[in-house]
């Protein structure tokens, strides 16, 4: 069995920062992509940022130049740290990861959510 843990979300002023945290924990043999999306009220789910196990990343338009993800693989740890926050960034923020586990079956984990609320 296989558990994303989130953390690191809360309330800041426009123009703060914040930076998440993901843990991968269970029954664990590699961590394929890592990954945050988000889901604002009466909004669809959106990609935030992924990164690949190799180090390779990719954005959203919307938050290129001010979030960066990154990622520990000796942790089985994600992050993602998020300047120059504004109030269109408000969202419950969860992290997703294809993971195999040591039965050897790949599978597309997500976590619970945290939430980030952008406002002075």
């Known amino acids: 069995q296989v558990q994303l843990v989130e953390s690191g979300g809360g309330l800041v002023q426009p123009g703060g920062s914040l930076r998440l945290s993901c843990v991968a924990s269970?029954?664990?043999?590699?961590?394929?992509?890592m990954g945050w999306y988000r889901q604002a009220p009466g909004k669809e789910r959106e990609l935030v940022a992924a990164?690949?196990?190799?180090?390779?990343?990719n954005y959203a338009d919307s938050v290129k130049g001010r979030f960066t993800i990154s990622r520990d693989n000796a942790k089985n740890t994600v992050y993602l740290q998020m300047n120059s926050l504004k109030p269109e960034d408000t969202a419950v923020y969860v992290c997703?990861?294809?993971?195999?586990?040591?039965?050897?079956?790949?599978?597309?984990?997500w976590g619970q959510g945290t939430q980030v609320t952008v406002s002075s």
């Open positions: 997703n990861a294809g993971i195999t586990d040591r039965s050897l079956k790949y599978y597309g984990y």
């Open positions: 269970g029954s664990i043999f590699s961590i394929n992509r």
């Open positions: 990164i690949t196990s190799a180090g390779f990343t």
